[in-house]
Nanobody, 114 residues
Framework: QVQLVESGGGLVQPGGSLRLSCAAS????????MRWYRRAPGQEREWVSSITSVRTIYSDSVKGRFTISRDDGKNTVYLQMNSLKSEDTAVYYC?????????WGKGTLVTVSS
């Protein structure tokens, strides 16, 4: 059974940093692309970043501020978020497409506010 569990969210001031984690289980983690999405209040879900074994890509809104990484030995994907802005406030979700089906975690809330 595929499970994705996010952690690391919280309240941070503008300009601050947070690191999100997503612990995965139930599939061969190293073989799959992992993604982060977010949903801000009142808005549609937005793709943030993806990572394969050889490549990372980012949305324009976070490029240069966020860094995605993975530890295949721990079946965990991370999102290091620096220079946070109020517009980064959202619930952040981890995603994996396994055998053609999308799996999602329950999300972790990030609030950027002074």
């Amino acid at each position: 059974q595929v499970q994705l569990v996010e952690s690391g969210g919280g309240l941070v001031q503008p300009g601050g940093s947070l690191r999100l984690s997503c612990a995965a289980s139930g599939f061969t983690f190293s073989r799959y692309t992992m993604r982060w999405y977010r949903r801000a209040p009142g808005q549609e879900r937005e793709w943030v970043s993806s990572i394969t074994s050889v490549r990372t890509i980012y949305s324009d809104s976070v490029k240069g501020r966020f860094t995605i990484s993975r530890d295949d030995g721990k079946n965990t994907v991370y999102l290091q978020m620096n220079s946070l802005k109020s517009e980064d406030t959202a619930v952040y979700y981890c995603n994996a497409e396994v055998f053609g089906r999308d799996y999602w975690g329950k999300g972790t809330l990030v609030t950027v506010s002074s």
